[in-house]
């Protein structure tokens, strides 16, 4: 046994401590600390699922602390012991080397009795002045009064810490048990495996300053933290990544990430989310405003090709997006709207339904489609609504677009807004042509690399317009410039 006794400010502490442990019978031996009532005190901290292996426990006594003041008014004890080296707990989790840290406090024991007592004096003594229909109420809120200094009690004069090594399927760590709430709260160790268990396709040796808490009557877990360094996660190169996790063993997994990917000069939040029964990674984003090539030159570095350029004139607004990755292809699925002024009263309004883009191996696939509309400013309904479809080819610069007219429309209404103020192409001509039912169009821009030799005719972008009439009438109108 190693000895120890000091004096500061008036109180004496002994200490005794015992290196190879002093095995006691049972846990009734710890009932001579001052204060201390015995087994029973010491088993009312531990849940009642756990009381019947305290009864089984032969404990080793570790290192013994007594405090005194030197008026002896002042007493407190605090023991360490050995309770196992295994605690019986549901398959596939491990407590070993449990320990228990045991703190005494009679004094404070005493001082909460007084306490309560003068309490219920009080409490008796203003009851028999109250009305008979008041008496009920006084008598549940001192029963609460009483219930949560009974509660404050316990926590200040006895008070039970649990720490061992915890082992539960993929978690590995030393941790420190609450009671009675059974939970086992730690810190994830670099080497501890988490990330193979959950997530195999994550960048090997991935750690972090991982917390976690361990249910032991549940079997579930709750782990928060910070990655140390970027992770590339559904093929997407995201940054400042915090974890989430939760699982109930293996039957269930939930792995969320969550942080920031840059498009072009813009930060966009991400979140990731991964599927155990299908082994994929579903990550999300947002972004309030960012322009359409920025977003196809991202596509084009994550999935392996671009969005169609017939697009790229497009500032996006209220951009979301989805990229899944499976074991078999990886799929990026966007929604947004974008808006510009035709002229200074006419404005159109771009729903992008769909922007996906589908990779197998080194094929890509990709479509988008969605509508427009085109009306006056201050308008409550559009002029006229198109359904939107580009070409599949990233490369090619043309989309074509169909809107069917619900009221007749003339050629000449129909063409104003889609043409130049000083466009007049149908000027001095009779309106041949009844009321339209369909009109298509087919626009083609300029394609970047011809943008500097703008005297060739590849340079101009064209728009083609066919109008057709409910006797199947048509109407063909090339604009180029």
Same mark, same amino acid.
């Given at each position: 046994?190693?000895?120890?006794?000091?004096?500061?400010?008036?109180?004496?502490?002994?200490?005794?401590?015992?290196?190879?442990?002093?095995?006691?019978?049972?846990?009734?031996?710890?009932?001579?600390?001052?204060?201390?009532?015995?087994?029973?005190?010491?088993?009312?901290?531990?849940?009642?699922?756990?009381?019947?292996?305290?009864?089984?426990?032969?404990?080793?006594?570790?290192?013994?602390?007594?405090?005194?003041?030197?008026?002896?008014?002042?007493?407190?004890?605090?023991?360490?012991?050995?309770?196992?080296?295994?605690?019986?707990?549901?398959?596939?989790?491990?407590?070993?080397?449990?320990?228990?840290?045991?703190?005494?406090?009679?004094?404070?024991?005493?001082?909460?009795?007084?306490?309560?007592?003068?309490?219920?004096?009080?409490?008796?003594?203003?009851?028999?002045?109250?009305?008979?229909?008041?008496?009920?109420?006084?008598?549940?809120?001192?029963?609460?009064?009483?219930?949560?200094?009974?509660?404050?009690?316990?926590?200040?004069?006895?008070?039970?810490?649990? $720490? !061992?090594? &915890?082992? #539960?399927?993929?978690?590995?760590?030393? /941790?420190? %048990?609450?009671?009675?709430?059974?939970? @086992?709260? +730690?810190?994830?160790?670099?080497?501890?495996?988490?990330?193979?268990?959950?997530?195999?396709?994550?960048?090997?040796?991935?750690?972090?300053?991982?917390?976690?808490?361990?249910?032991?009557?549940?079997?579930?877990?709750?782990? $928060? !933290?910070? &990655?140390? #360094?970027?992770?590339?996660?559904?093929? /997407?190169? %995201?940054?400042?990544?915090?974890?989430? @996790?939760? +699982?109930?063993?293996?039957?269930?997994?939930?792995?969320?990430?969550?942080?920031?990917?840059?498009?072009?000069?813009?930060?966009?939040?991400?979140?990731?989310?991964?599927?155990?029964?299908?082994?994929?990674?579903?990550?999300?984003?947002?972004?309030?405003s960012i322009a359409f090539r920025d977003i196809s030159a991202w596509a084009e570095q994550t999935m392996g090709s671009g969005l169609p350029a017939s697009l790229t004139e497009l500032t996006l607004q209220k951009l979301s997006f989805t990229v899944v990755s499976t074991a078999e292809e990886r799929t990026f699925d966007a929604k947004a709207t974008a808006e510009f002024p035709l002229t200074a009263d006419l404005r159109t309004t771009v729903e992008l339904a769909e922007l996906k883009i589908t990779t197998k191996g080194k094929t890509s696939e990709v479509s988008a489609n969605g509508s427009f509309a085109i009306g006056h400013v201050d308008a409550e309904?559009?002029?006229?609504?198109?359904?939107?479809?580009?070409?599949?080819?990233?490369?090619?610069?043309?989309?074509?677009?169909?809107?069917?007219?619900?009221?007749?429309?003339?050629?000449?209404?129909?063409?104003?807004?889609?043409?130049?103020?000083?466009?007049?192409?149908?000027?001095?001509?009779?309106?041949?042509?009844?009321?339209?039912?369909?009109?298509?169009?087919?626009?083609?821009?300029?394609?970047?690399?011809?943008?500097?030799?703008?005297?060739?005719?590849?340079?101009?972008?064209?728009?083609?317009?066919?109008?057709?009439?409910?006797?199947?009438?048509?109407?063909?109108?090339?604009?180029?410039?």
């Amino acid at each position: 046994m190693l000895f120890l006794a000091s004096m500061r400010d008036g109180v004496l502490t002994a200490s005794a401590g015992f290196p190879d442990g002093l095995a006691l019978p049972a846990l009734e031996h710890l009932g001579h600390l001052p204060g201390c009532t015995g087994a029973e005190a010491l088993s009312e901290r531990f849940p009642a699922e756990w009381r019947n292996c305290l009864v089984s426990v032969r404990p080793t006594l570790r290192e013994v602390t007594v405090s005194c003041s030197s008026d002896g008014k002042q007493v407190s004890g605090e023991l360490e012991i050995d309770l196992a080296p295994r605690w019986p707990l549901p398959e596939g989790v491990t407590l070993g080397a449990v320990r228990a840290r045991i703190a005494v406090d009679p004094t404070a024991r005493k001082e909460a009795k007084k306490a309560e007592e003068t309490e219920e004096t009080a409490e008796a003594e203003k009851t028999e002045e109250t009305e008979e229909i008041g008496k009920a109420e006084e008598n549940e809120e001192a029963e609460e009064t009483e219930e949560a200094e009974e509660s404050e009690e316990k926590k200040d004069w006895l008070s039970v810490t649990l $720490t !061992g090594n &915890l082992t #539960a399927y993929s978690l590995s760590s030393a /941790v420190t %048990v609450v009671l009675p709430s059974m939970t @086992a709260k +730690g810190v994830l160790a670099h080497d501890s495996g988490f990330f193979e268990h959950m997530a195999s396709d994550l960048r090997k040796g991935t750690h972090g300053e991982l917390s976690f808490q361990y249910d032991l009557q549940k079997g579930t877990y709750d782990i $928060t !933290g910070k &990655l140390s #360094a970027a992770q590339k996660i559904a093929g /997407v190169q %995201v940054a400042n990544v915090t974890v989430k @996790a939760v +699982g109930d063993g293996d039957r269930k997994r939930e792995l969320t990430l969550e942080g920031r990917l840059t498009v072009g000069e813009t930060e966009i939040k991400a979140t990731a989310k991964r599927s155990q029964k299908a082994e994929s990674w579903t990550l999300t984003a947002e972004a309030e405003s960012i322009a359409f090539r920025d977003i196809s030159a991202w596509a084009e570095q994550t999935m392996g090709s671009g969005l169609p350029a017939s697009l790229t004139e497009l500032t996006l607004q209220k951009l979301s997006f989805t990229v899944v990755s499976t074991a078999e292809e990886r799929t990026f699925d966007a929604k947004a709207t974008a808006e510009f002024p035709l002229t200074a009263d006419l404005r159109t309004t771009v729903e992008l339904a769909e922007l996906k883009i589908t990779t197998k191996g080194k094929t890509s696939e990709v479509s988008a489609n969605g509508s427009f509309a085109i009306g006056h400013v201050d308008a409550e309904s559009p002029l006229m609504k198109f359904e939107l479809v580009a070409d599949k080819d990233p490369k090619s610069t043309s989309w074509t677009a169909t809107s069917t007219l619900e009221t007749g429309m003339t050629l000449s209404q129909a063409l104003a807004p889609l043409l130049p103020a000083n466009a007049q192409p149908t000027a001095g001509l009779p309106d041949l042509l009844p009321p339209l039912k369909k009109l298509s169009l087919r626009y083609t821009a300029p394609k970047a690399t011809d943008r500097t030799a703008p005297e060739t005719a590849e340079a101009a972008a064209s728009l083609v317009l066919t109008a057709e009439t409910p006797q199947e009438a048509r109407a063909v109108l090339v604009v180029t410039g």
